[in-house]
């Protein structure tokens, strides 16, 4: 039985809502200073549609850091701007749409 997408009322399998809202996403990627001097990267800006915790572990794996999904923002220990924008970009995400800062 094809599962079915209660948002679009295609099937999942097509992947064209999570397509859809990949491009029109605004992505803000920065870092922050925490306590004791420690650095972050944090990923604004997601969609509810993405799965910020899959995308999190994607980004960990690949960064070999660690990291949390916390109140809709994706942060990831240690400065990885640099690093981030071909990371989303091969995750699907549209490069005009990301800003680093």
Known sequence: ??????KT???KELGVWE???KETQKI???IKK???GKVVTI???????????????FFKTKLACGGTV???????????????????????FQESSIEVY
């Open 9 to 11: 009322g295609l099937p």
């Open 28 to 30: 803000k990627v920065y």
């Open 70 to 92: 916390k109140e809709g923002r994706i942060v990831l220990q240690g400065d990885h701007k640099n690093k981030m924008k071909s990371l989303l970009v091969e995750k699907g």
């Open 34 to 36: 925490q306590r004791y």
């Open 19 to 21: 397509s859809l809202t």
């Open 1 to 6: 039985m094809v599962e079915i997408d209660p």
């Open 43 to 57: 990923i604004d800006g997601l969609d509810n549609t993405v799965d910020k915790k899959k995308l999190a572990k």
